[in-house]
């Protein structure tokens, strides 16, 4: 168990719907990244967070957005769905906030679009 | 092409063998290098964290990074069934803010 949770562990919608992912990072860890993982893609980043600020950004689509709140846990919400969204979508988090250090993951979410 | 290449395998092993994992890079900025296990389904556990050139170990793994020639490797010594796994190779460099490659991932079967 790595310490990060992830919220809820499978997704099911249809397209057009919209979908928030939850994070909570492991305790004492500032930084919070999202993945995305696809058979065709891969392990891709999207978004980092540290300490309620975005930091770095990789191949999020416009219809994604994410954010950091005061307690660190983060959101990852997902609009106008697509059935080439269905992926497991990951968190990570680590201690620093120039991402210099171990990266944790989550139990992951799988998103299945209808 | 892509920044960090790795054979997607499959990668059949008796028990007991050597498991030689690797992966290549193209951009010369990447400083950390990591090796994580996904199960099937599961998150990726980190396995080994390394900077810049050399060898490191932990237990059974074996990590080793070659930044000459853009290369890494992993091994798994005295390889168990409960290896089976996906290996997935992540780099990342100074500037990129954690910003993580990853390759594409090696399935590993280790056979009893």
Not at chain 1, 66 to 71: I, K, S, T
Not at chain 2, 51 to 76: P, W
Request: proline share 4%.
């Amino acid at each position: 168990d790595s310490g990060v949770t992830q919220t809820p562990k499978h997704l099911i919608t249809a397209t057009g719907q919209r979908v928030t992912l939850r994070c909570s990072p492991r305790s004492g860890d500032l930084s919070v990244y999202w993945y995305q993982q696809s058979l065709d893609q891969g392990l891709q980043f999207l978004i980092q967070y540290y300490n309620g600020e975005e930091r770095a950004k990789g191949n999020i689509l416009e219809r994604f957005s994410a954010q950091q709140f005061p307690d660190l846990h983060s959101e990852l919400n997902l609009s106008s769905l697509e059935l080439g969204d269905s992926a497991l979508y990951f968190c990570a988090s680590s201690a620093g906030g120039q991402g210099i250090g171990e990266q944790f993951f989550g139990p992951g979410t799988r998103l299945t679009v209808l | 092409q892509k920044e960090v290449e790795q054979d997607p395998g499959p990668l059949s092993v008796p028990e007991g063998a050597i498991v030689s994992l690797n992966c290549t890079y193209s951009n010369s900025a990447f400083q950390y290098f990591m090796w994580y296990r996904q199960y099937s389904r599961k998150g990726p556990e980190l396995l080994m964290y390394t900077y810049s050139s050399g060898n490191k170990e932990d237990g059974r793994f074996t990590a080793q990074v070659d930044k000459s020639s853009k290369y890494i490797s992993l091994f798994i010594r005295d390889s168990q069934p409960s290896d089976s796994a996906t290996y997935l190779c992540a780099m990342s460099g100074i500037d990129s803010w954690g910003k993580l490659q990853f390759g594409a991932g090696t399935q590993v079967v280790v056979t009893p």
